[in-house]
């Protein structure tokens, strides 16, 4: 399994903007899949975003148009750029992994608030 490592968290207010990024202990070229979910507290986990190995993207409906979601294989990280942020995004984003079996990072707090 590959190692991740979430950054880019923190605290903004209503309609601004964060870029989150997840950073590989390995090469993720080949991945099959990679994204990012959230989980607030007392709710279940929820998939933002997926990247999948052949370009295709899908999106929660409740970030669509705001959210994007991208990669650098030259430097094996994972973003995700958050914009007109809401406090329903108030969450702990988790980025992933996907070869044979799925890697997860520790997390990084949003918080939207203000």
């Known amino acids: 399994q590959v190692q991740l490592r979430e950054s880019g968290g923190g605290s903004v207010q209503p309609g601004g903007s964060l870029r989150l990024s997840c950073a590989t202990s390995?090469?993720?070229?080949?991945?099959?899949?990679m994204g990012w979910h959230r989980q607030a507290i007392g709710q279940q986990r929820e998939l933002v975003a997926v990247l999948r190995g052949d370009g295709s993207t899908t999106y929660s409906n409740n970030v669509k148009g705001r959210f994007t979601i991208s990669r650098d294989n030259a430097k094996n990280t994972i973003y995700l750029q958050m914009n007109s942020l809401k406090s329903t995004d108030t969450a702990v984003y988790y980025c992933f992994v996907r070869f044979s079996d799925i890697s997860w990072g520790q997390g990084t707090q949003v918080t939207v608030s203000g």
């Open positions: 390995g090469s993720i070229s080949s991945a099959y899949s």
